[in-house]
């Protein structure tokens, strides 16, 4: 019999969630045929069969947390025949079956029971595993509860929690989760500093409307503000190491290579491809790799090397309607780039009110590695770039 293990994707992955078996038990499979989908922190990626057989015990079900190389399904290979008392010693790595070992726990009762219900069942010692809960996702309720030890206890009102309702409980996805972990960690421990300015997009909108017809046709792909705004930050970059860099306990390293993180929204949530080596691309290069990568988040087909690596993050909430926002550093990076809608202001040049196309950016960046000045003049670059783009953007 062999055992199908949690697998490591990734240098840093400790756990995976099972999301789907495509397999149920009982039913054949071939060797690298898809098993199953497996959901990191960072992806959901579908995890072949080792081996070709009929898959006969599902351990770990769907929707549960599993440690790496713990065990998650049993196969019995094609041509092969064992006891369970007596398992084969085949001499290889597999681990013999003897007697299985439970690798996925039931979750803790105390997860599925409400604070009152929990405190009335320890004050008249009553077991609650034994009791079915009634109330929403099987959480187990006071009045569960009561019903062992009868409606005559007395639950001062002090205790009793006000009540409110709730439409629905969702449980966070893995990938939430350690995001909102890894940003919880790097807001309490890294000192936040966030710079706003203002940027004249009449210039890059004239640049847009004359590249866009050109490229579409050269790359088959659609030039947005977002890959110009990419390619602005990308030039910037080269001459602000210390922006391009990250710490390491008390020593800053600084990033040879331009990896550029494109926050993009998708059904699951935020996740941020990376392109990497932005800064050596030209225009039509990064528009196209923008592009695909996009693309392969919306389709659900990023690999692990496309979601790793980045040095630096931008973030545009522009398209939703956002006027300005503070983002947060996406750690271990030390800055992140958040732009607003492109709006119609009323502008002042040269001594004359005119309506121009206005948009905010917001640099967030550790106080640790840049100081104030040196991220003004990073963004300040930014906005050299992008109001007098020249021949910038060839």
Same mark, same amino acid.
């Given at each position: 019999?062999?055992?199908?293990?949690?697998?490591?994707?990734?240098?840093?992955?400790?756990?995976?969630?099972?999301?789907?078996?495509?397999?149920?038990?009982?039913?054949?499979?071939? $060797?690298?045929?898809?098993?199953?989908?497996?959901?990191?922190?960072?992806? #959901?990626?579908?995890?072949?069969?080792?081996?070709?057989?009929?898959?006969?015990? !599902?351990?770990?079900?769907?929707?549960?947390?599993?440690?790496? #190389?713990?065990?998650?399904?049993?196969?019995?290979?094609?041509?092969?025949?064992?006891?369970?008392?007596?398992?084969? =010693?085949?001499? *290889?790595?597999? $681990?013999?079956?003897?007697?299985?070992?439970?690798? &996925?726990?039931?979750?803790?009762?105390?997860?599925?029971?409400?604070?009152?219900?929990?405190?009335?069942?320890?004050?008249?010692?009553? *077991?609650?595993?034994?009791?079915?809960?009634?109330?929403?996702?099987?959480?187990?309720?006071?009045?569960?509860?009561? $019903?062992?030890?009868?409606?005559?206890?007395?639950?001062?009102?002090?205790?009793?929690?006000?009540?409110?309702? &709730?439409?629905?409980?969702?449980?966070?996805?893995?990938?939430?989760?350690?995001?909102?972990?890894?940003?919880?960690?790097?807001?309490?421990? #890294?000192?936040?500093?966030?710079?706003?300015?203002?940027?004249?997009?009449?210039?890059?909108?004239?640049?847009?409307?004359?590249?866009?017809?050109?490229?579409?046709?050269?790359?088959?792909?659609?030039?947005?503000? #977002?890959?110009?705004?990419?390619?602005?930050?990308?030039?910037?970059?080269?001459?602000?190491? *210390?922006?391009?860099?990250?710490?390491?306990?008390? $020593?800053?390293?600084?990033?040879?290579?331009?990896?550029?993180? !494109?926050?993009?929204?998708?059904?699951?949530?935020?996740?941020?491809?990376?392109?990497?080596?932005?800064?050596?691309?030209?225009?039509?290069? @990064?528009?196209?790799?923008?592009?695909?990568?996009? *693309?392969? %988040?919306?389709?659900?087909?990023?690999?692990?090397?496309?979601?790793?690596?980045?040095?630096?993050?931008?973030?545009?909430?522009?398209?939703?309607?956002?006027?300005?926002?503070?983002?947060? !550093?996406?750690?271990?990076?030390?800055?992140?780039?958040?732009?607003?809608?492109?709006?119609?202001? %009323?502008?002042?040049?040269?001594?004359?009110?005119?309506?121009?196309?206005?948009?905010?950016?917001? @640099?967030?960046? =550790?106080?640790?590695?840049?100081?104030?000045?040196?991220?003004?003049?990073?963004?300040?670059? !930014?906005?050299?770039?992008?109001?007098?783009?020249?021949?910038?953007?060839?």
């Amino acid at each position: 019999m062999f055992e199908v293990t949690m697998p490591k994707l990734g240098l840093t992955m400790k756990e995976g969630k099972v999301v789907t078996w495509y397999k149920k038990e009982g039913e054949r499979v071939e $060797k690298d045929e898809p098993l199953l989908a497996v959901e990191t922190e960072k992806i #959901t990626n579908d995890v072949g069969s080792p081996v070709a057989g009929i898959v006969k015990k !599902i351990i770990a079900q769907e929707d549960t947390v599993v440690p790496v #190389t713990e065990t998650v399904a049993l196969i019995e290979e094609a041509g092969v025949v064992e006891s369970a008392d007596e398992p084969e =010693d085949r001499g *290889d790595e597999r $681990k013999p079956l003897g007697k299985m070992k439970q690798v &996925v726990e039931t979750p803790s009762v105390k997860n599925r029971v409400s604070p009152l219900a929990l405190k009335i069942a320890k004050d008249h010692n009553i *077991d609650l595993s034994e009791i079915k809960g009634t109330g929403l996702g099987g959480m187990i309720t006071k009045n569960d509860v009561l $019903k062992l030890v009868g409606s005559t206890v007395q639950v001062p009102s002090e205790q009793v929690p006000s009540e409110i309702e &709730v439409t629905e409980t969702v449980e966070m996805s893995l990938p939430r989760r350690k995001t909102a972990q890894r940003l919880a960690q790097m807001h309490r421990e #890294t000192p936040h500093v966030t710079l706003t300015t203002f940027i004249d997009f009449t210039d890059i909108v004239k640049i847009r409307n004359r590249l866009k017809e050109m490229i579409e046709k050269k790359i088959g792909k659609k030039l947005t503000f #977002t890959h110009l705004i990419a390619k602005a930050v990308s030039m910037a970059l080269k001459e602000f190491q *210390d922006i391009n860099s990250r710490l390491d306990e008390n $020593k800053i390293s600084r990033i040879k290579d331009i990896n550029l993180g !494109i926050a993009v929204d998708v059904e699951e949530g935020l996740v941020v491809p990376v392109v990497k080596n932005a800064g050596e691309m030209s225009l039509n290069e @990064l528009v196209t790799r923008v592009s695909e990568l996009m *693309d392969k %988040a919306r389709n659900k087909n990023l690999a692990l090397d496309d979601i790793t690596g980045g040095t630096f993050t931008i973030s545009n909430l522009g398209t939703f309607g956002v006027d300005a926002f503070t983002p947060l !550093i996406n750690p271990p990076e030390c800055a992140i780039l958040g732009i607003g809608k492109i709006l119609k202001r %009323a502008w002042v040049v040269n001594e004359q009110i005119e309506i121009r196309p206005i948009a905010t950016f917001s @640099l967030t960046f =550790d106080h640790r590695i840049v100081d104030g000045a040196q991220a003004a003049r990073f963004l300040q670059r !930014i906005k050299e770039i992008l109001e007098n783009p020249k021949e910038d953007f060839k």
